[in-house]
């Protein structure tokens, strides 16, 4: 049944007139899956509900941060007691180390931490000390990974850039991306190519471990082992952009499922617990070139902030000391996948299905999906469709085939049930629609 959308209509007309698309991050504009954006007014555990009052069960947890669920008591506990002490100082407050602490307590191969504002400043921060360092210029990233809007890093970037089909950015003076090359993801082989045309020219290879931004794509089997290699033979520095992974997949992020320790870690989501929160990170070689201690520069008015830092640390703790979780999260995600997949096959829906842990993608394609150019062969056309029945069905997942879905440590039995059931509804208008008897 199609829900109520009157007053989430009326609100996106409202932020139209005032806000470019009415949205301030693209993709939650929905112009990749049709129909209109649901503006949320509440959240608790693994549901929403919208303006019009519709209730969803949430695979978004904005964009991953949302491990323990929405309002989990314990983070709006810390951030309801450090806002009654004042809300920013821009001057040092104790809780700074007490995150600072947890946090390389998860990382045995990082030593200091720099907490900014987002996961932006993050990489592009964690890309400006990888240059500092090694006096080279050049950057290797990966096709479909996204690391943020900075100048440098958009060059065939995931996430929105390609959710929109868009090539890059315009605005981005081609200087400026000069020295990012763009490689295909799980292509070792292109890798040690770049170094060989490029030797002690590389700074470093930036990579999420697993990507969620093209969706979520597992590394193949040796390539993060790789990296790690070709990098240290030629100086280089390995950045794992732990964003999305960082106390997901594990307490210790993807470096800690995979066994291979980077150089330096960027990190965001997670951290932040709900609030805005970005951080790099490495061993005290390298970090002590951040400025006060060096010259590599980097500030910022709200970075530590201290509701943040609350929020953080009030997540960070909960995680570490209830690690049984992670299990709990992979068995539930495992099974909702699962059945999915299998709701999708007995419909002949061709879903490919991509999981590492709590993060996942039903991508609409029969093949395997490794990278980006695999990832862009789904059929976005009947994701649409599956993502507006799903939405109908009370399912929010991210609106678009290139973004990973997360589930937390709330979602239960029957949020799964629920789902599933959302999902063979889809399936069969999907099926219909391919027949040729269904209209919309
Ligand atoms: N680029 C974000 C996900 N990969 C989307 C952020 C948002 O729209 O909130």
Redesign the pocket.
């Known amino acids: 049944m199609a829900r109520k959308t009157q007053e989430s209509r009326r609100l996106q007309q409202r932020a139209e007139a005032v806000i470019p698309g009415g ?6 504009a929905f112009r990749a899956v049709g129909g209109d954006p649901p503006f949320i007014v509440r959240g608790e555990g693994p549901r929403i509900w919208d303006a019009d009052g519709n209730e969803y069960i949430d695979y978004v947890g ?3 941060p949302l491990v323990l669920g929405h309002a989990a008591p314990a983070v709006v506990e810390a951030v309801v007691a450090a806002a009654r002490k004042g809300t920013s100082f821009g001057a040092s407050t104790p809780a700074e180390a007490d995150l600072a602490e947890v946090v390389l307590s998860a990382f045995p191969a990082m030593e200091k931490v720099r907490f900014v504002s987002s996961g932006t400043e993050a990489t592009m921060s964690a890309i400006r000390l990888a240059r500092a360092y090694t006096g080279r210029k050049y950057i290797v990233k990966f096709e479909g990974c ?1 690391h943020g809007h900075a100048d440098a890093l958009l060059v065939k970037a ?3 850039v390609a959710t929109l089909g868009i090539p890059g950015s315009a605005g981005v003076p081609e200087e400026f991306a000069q020295f990012t090359l763009a490689l295909p993801y799980n292509n070792a082989d292109a890798v040690d190519q770049a170094f060989k045309k490029f030797p002690g020219q590389i700074a470093c290879v930036i990579v999420e471990p697993v990507v ?2 093209m969706g979520c794509v597992p590394p193949a089997s040796g390539f993060l082992d790789a990296l790690r290699y070709i990098t240290s033979r030629d100086s280089a520095l390995l950045i794992f952009d732990e964003v ?1 992974t960082g106390f997901r997949l594990a307490f210790g992020g993807a470096q800690e499922v995979y066994g291979t320790a980077p150089d330096l870690t960027t990190l965001g989501k997670i951290i932040g617990g709900g609030l805005p929160v970005g951080a790099y990170a490495g061993p005290a070689e390298i970090m002590d070139l951040v400025a006060p201690l060096g010259p590599m520069y980097q500030a910022g008015t709200l970075s530590g902030n201290p509701l943040a830092m609350a929020a953080g640390l009030a997540t960070l703790t909960y995680l570490r000391d209830n690690r049984e979780v992670y299990g709990r999260m992979e068995r539930t995600a495992a099974t909702l996948v699962t059945m999915v997949a299998s709701a999708a096959k007995d419909a002949g829906v061709p879903l490919t299905c991509n999981r590492v842990g709590s993060m996942f993608t039903w991508f609409f394609t029969a093949h395997p999906v490794t990278d980006w150019e695999s990832a862009a062969r789904c059929d976005v056309d009947a994701f649409g469709r599956f993502y507006r029945a799903m939405l109908d069905g009370g399912v929010y997942l ?1 609106p678009s085939q290139f ?1 990973a879905a997360f589930l937390g440590t709330e979602h239960a039995e029957e949020d799964v049930r629920q789902t599933v059931y959302a999902a063979r509804q889809a399936f069969a208008g999907i099926k219909a629609a391919r027949a040729g008897t269904a209209t919309s």
């Open positions: 949205v301030n991050s693209p993709v939650r904005s964009w991953g996204y995931g996430s929105g969620g931004n999305m991210p973004e």
